[in-house]
């Protein structure tokens, strides 16, 4: 059984009966060995190195040594990973670089998209049909899987999309594009983007918000793919090749949804901050400018719902709601709880008065790194829950009251396009939070941390890079 599971990737139930096995004495050796291989596979490295350390003869594989230097910040090389193969009748065609439309074929329910380096596929839903797409929507998708390596994705879309009346929210089922699907109309579409790749996440967390959001009366459409394989081809870990590559399902979408805009639950941490730590004026980025004119392009309004919200309002508005009970952000729990021990359990879960575990090697690898990660929230949970002493270096950083943070920012709403921005604004007001002006302590955040600069340990591969443009 515990083989079993172990080589079915469920690394919850595998890790449960070797403990369980492992306190009745029973196939010892066996049992420490799969405990210590699952642990490391979710990426569980602080306690992979702990029962190294504990048990020295289950240590097989060397995993221990290998955990050692995952904490101290070395990433191994990312590996290049292929999808499935497309039918034979495609393996002749060639790459276009310059008519991005010539790239995507459909057979049966998938969907084909060729890049430089190979073939990746979506399963649309029923009665989507390629011929009937705008070709505007295959370029616009081809240009944010493809920019940061084929230049000619940028040229002008095709022009002539009638935009549609609908509204779609790119949903992972996370707290932040929660938050931004409860301050959106309740018939906002939530397009799931479901990653075919790599079957050692957890899908279970996801699963679970999925159904009680979907009893809840809210349309979820699930769209499975592997595009996140892009960019391995290009020397980086799986993950969306930019920002809004994890909404590309929804822009293959749209002529079907008749969609007027996508939505994308983005925090004032990654808009209205740079990097999470220097305020900036988000409205006129490069990439603010860049990205909602290309989308307009398309005849699709870009909606950020929470760009004017902090995670930390995220948190609030989803823990105030009919949903608190069944999103957990931590990535290694069994989808009821977290492990306690990540980084996500301590800046997401903490707050909200989650248990977490102060000691854990990644909490505390985490807490030491300058600069810190997401720094302005990191130091708002440390303080609101009482958690200084951690940090005793940040104490000037400390010294006022952060409560402002999770507050939202006026001035955000005015990205947010009409018809929608009444009702984020009203819905806003609704979950208690204050609305600050120009004037808020957000516009003075600039958090900086000398020139020891040390990385963290390993930036979370699944996320995308946070607009930094
Ligand atoms: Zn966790």
């Known amino acids: 059984m515990l083989r079993r599971a172990y080589n079915a990737g469920e690394d919850v139930k595998a890790q449960q009966l070797a403990w369980k096995l492992i306190e009745k004495g029973r ?23 702990e029962l190294t350390e504990r048990w020295p003869d289950a240590d097989l594989h060397g995993l221990g040594a290998q955990a050692a230097k995952r904490l101290q910040g070395e990433r191994p090389a990312p590996k290049v990973r292929h999808g499935k193969i497309p039918p034979e009748i495609l393996r002749s065609v060639a790459f276009s670089s310059t008519d991005m439309v010539e790239n995507w074929h459909q057979t049966g329910s998938v969907l084909w998209f060729q890049h430089p380096d190979g073939w990746v596929h979506w399963t649309m839903p029923d009665g989507w049909e390629l011929s009937t797409c705008h070709p505007s929507l295959l370029e616009l998708s081809a240009d944010v899987l493809l920019r940061p390596w084929v230049p000619s994705v940028r040229s002008p879309l095709t022009p002539g999309r009638v935009p549609g009346t609908e509204l779609a929210l790119s949903w992972s089922a996370g707290t ?11 018939d906002t579409v939530l397009g799931y983007h479901r990653r075919t790749v790599d079957g050692l996440l957890d899908h279970r967390n996801a699963d679970r918000t999925i159904a009680a959001v979907q009893n809840g009366g809210h349309r979820v459409v699930t769209v499975p793919s592997d595009h996140e394989i892009i960019r391995t081809h290009r020397g980086k870990s799986i993950g969306f090749s930019t920002d809004y590559a994890s909404g590309v399902h929804l822009i293959l979408l749209a002529d079907h949804l008749n969609l007027g805009g996508i939505a994308f639950g983005v925090p004032s941490d990654n808009t209205w901050l740079w990097k999470g730590r220097k305020f900036r004026d988000f409205p006129s980025t490069h990439h603010w400018k860049t990205w909602s004119a290309r989308f307009l392009e398309a005849g699709l309004h870009l909606v950020l719902p929470i760009n004017h919200i902090s995670e930390a309002g995220a948190m609030r508005i989803v823990s105030n709601g009919p949903w608190a009970n069944v999103v957990n952000s931590c990535m290694r729990g069994d989808g009821k709880t977290g492990c306690e021990r990540c980084w996500k359990c301590f800046l997401k879960n903490g707050p909200l008065g989650r248990p977490f575990d102060e000691k854990s090697r990644e909490i505390k690898t985490f807490l030491r790194a300058r600069p810190l990660r997401t720094a302005q929230h990191a130091l708002w949970a440390i303080q609101s829950m009482d958690l200084e002493h951690l940090v005793p270096d940040l104490a000037h950083l400390l010294a006022e009251d952060l ?9 955000g709403l005015d990205l947010i396009p009409f018809p929608w921005r009444e009702e984020v604004e009203a819905r806003t007001r609704e979950h208690m939070l204050q609305i600050l002006d120009d004037d808020s302590p957000l516009s003075r955040v600039d958090i900086s941390f000398g020139t020891e600069a040390v990385e963290p340990y390993p930036p979370e591969a699944s996320k995308t890079a946070a607009l930094e443009a």
Request: glycine share 0%.
């Open 176 to 186: 932040d594009s929660t938050a931004a699907m409860q301050l959106l109309p309740s």
């Open 27 to 49: 196939d010892l050796l066996v049992a420490q060995d799969v405990l210590i291989r699952s642990l490391w596979r979710t990426s569980a490295y602080d306690q992979v190195l």
């Open 403 to 411: 409560s402002w943070w999770e507050e939202a920012y006026r001035p």
